[in-house]
């Protein structure tokens, strides 16, 4: 057991206590070291379990109905992800999840962070162009006796890209050591 000198009081202290027994002044100790790692791996911990959900909640999206059309004589029309470029955000989704599972089991891996970003962009643009082409079908068929609207899973997918976003994003923002 070393003996430091208090930089307070300039008392001798043992190099193991946590407070100047003299005049309470606090000393960083290994134990207190650690607390702010800790904090941080919690925090990426999260991060990474929000991107997996959000890439698992586009997959998801991706198999659900895109765009919902209620025709005369015909009723109603339900077209999926998958029968277009919901293919393409099924994958992406479940490559986005892939890179947060990397973050959750190997700690803050930059690389796997800058792909699921990568990823997220991809999916938001191809889920873009999917509103946009669904609003252009919305205003022909409510010129006529029909109606349509987005789908549930162009909606789902919206909130997933958001949740990616933030989740690889914040890992890759997030410092090893606090
Ligand atoms: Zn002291």
């Known amino acids: 057991m070393a003996l ?51 890439g698992a909640l ?43 599972l990397v973050v959750l089991l190997m700690g803050r891996t930059p690389g796997a962070s800058v792909a699921g970003a990568f990823f997220t962009a991809a999916a938001g643009l191809v889920a873009y162009l999917a509103f946009q082409s669904t609003l252009e079908v919305i205003q022909l068929v409510d010129s006529d006796v029909g109606s349509a609207s987005i789908g549930v899973g162009l909606w789902l997918i919206a909130i997933g890209i958001v949740g990616a976003a933030i989740g690889t994003v914040g890992t890759l923002t997030t410092k090893a050591n606090g």
Not at 46 to 51: D, G, K, R
């Open 4 to 54: 430091i000198t208090c930089p307070e009081c300039s008392h001798d202290v043992s190099d193991q206590a946590a407070h100047c027994p003299n005049c309470g002044h606090p000393f960083v100790t290994a134990s207190s070291d650690t607390t702010p790692v800790t904090e941080t791996s919690t925090r990426l911990r999260m991060l990474a379990i929000v991107t997996i959900a959000s």
């Open 58 to 100: 586009i997959a998801v999206g991706s198999i659900m109905p895109w765009r919902t059309a209620i025709l005369p004589f015909v009723g109603t029309i339900n077209v999926n992800g998958t029968e277009g470029d919901g293919i393409i955000t099924l994958i992406l989704g479940a490559m986005i999840a892939a890179t947060g």
